[in-house]
């Protein structure tokens, strides 16, 4: 059963830096598209972050505009590991962040899945409160 679960939420002050973990298991994450979203209260669910598969020919990585620059998406396929290094954190970015993978769809780049929201299994979240 493909599971995602997030860890490394928390509490951080304006400036600052986390790293989100997202721990897979039931399947094999080379072969899968990665995102991260996050959905703050009161707010739908928005993108931040999505990279392609190892194996896709798209090979590529997708950033929303509010986090270019300051976030960075990473897998490890040896540990099945997807990682979010968030920097110069500020009080927009608190929210709950999830994890997202997809096996991919022919003729999608991942940057359409990432707008579209096209990510079939999610974690459960981890909650990110940027505050001073």
């Known amino acids: 059963q493909l599971q995602l679960v997030e860890s490394g939420g928390g509490l951080v002050q304006p400036g600052g830096s986390l790293r989100l973990s997202c721990a897979a298991s039931g399947f094999t994450l080379d072969y899968y598209a990665i995102g991260w979203f996050r959905q703050a209260p009161g707010k739908e669910r928005e993108r931040v972050s999505c990279?392609?598969?190892?194996?896709?020919?798209?090979?590529?990585?997708y950033y929303a505009d509010s986090v270019k620059g300051r976030f960075t998406i990473s897998r490890d396929n040896a540990k099945n590991m997807v990682y979010l290094q968030m920097n110069s954190l500020i009080p927009e970015d608190t929210a709950v962040y999830y994890c997202a993978a997809d096996r991919g769809h022919p003729g999608i780049t991942v940057q359409a899945m990432c707008v579209l929201n096209e990510f079939a299994s999610w974690g459960q979240g981890t909650q990110v409160t940027v505050s001073s």
């Open positions: 990279a392609s598969s190892t194996d896709s020919t798209d090979g590529s990585t």
